[in-house]
């Protein structure tokens, strides 16, 4: 959050995305995957998988702490409202996209566009005119990558975010299993079964 903020306060334009372990297994099958996650300028550990494995190979030097992209964007949102930063979204449907406001009344929204057939000439002059201060990409990875790597320059936003699909936190439509579950990692286990 204050990597988000201060790129915000300075204007200075940030990539960030997540890395779980379905990402991390694309990076290390194709080179240019890798090309590309290295082009961002934070990426933040998603999931149990990749917080195990630090604490496998680096001990007491891995990772302090566990925190999901689900837990995060909850808390993008209340820093969102609280500093009035305005957002953007680019992904999933656009019946997802139109609950976010009913979810998130105090979100400023400039706007959005669903993720399965639009232009992306469009969406980038589209953003130039509205000029959020966060654009949240949820593409899938690593589409969303590839895509923000390769608009990022044309892009008028000062903090750029790949979420997958965590545009339905954003949404309140994504199911999310008891906290026991999330605590010990299984959460996975529970959307699963729906």
Known sequence: LEFVRISIINNDK????????????LIKEKSEINKVFSKFDLIHADGLGIYLASKFLYRRNGLRERITGSDFYVKLIQEGIKNSWSFYFLGDKEETLNKISNTNPELIIRGFSEGYDFVTENILKTITQLKPDILIVGLGSPKQEE????NKNNIHSKVIFAVGDGIKIFAGTKKRGPTIFQKIGLEWFIRFLY
């Open 14 to 25: 940030k990539t960030l995305t997540y890395l779980n372990a379905n990402s991390f297994n």
């Open 147 to 150: 895509w923000i790597i390769e």
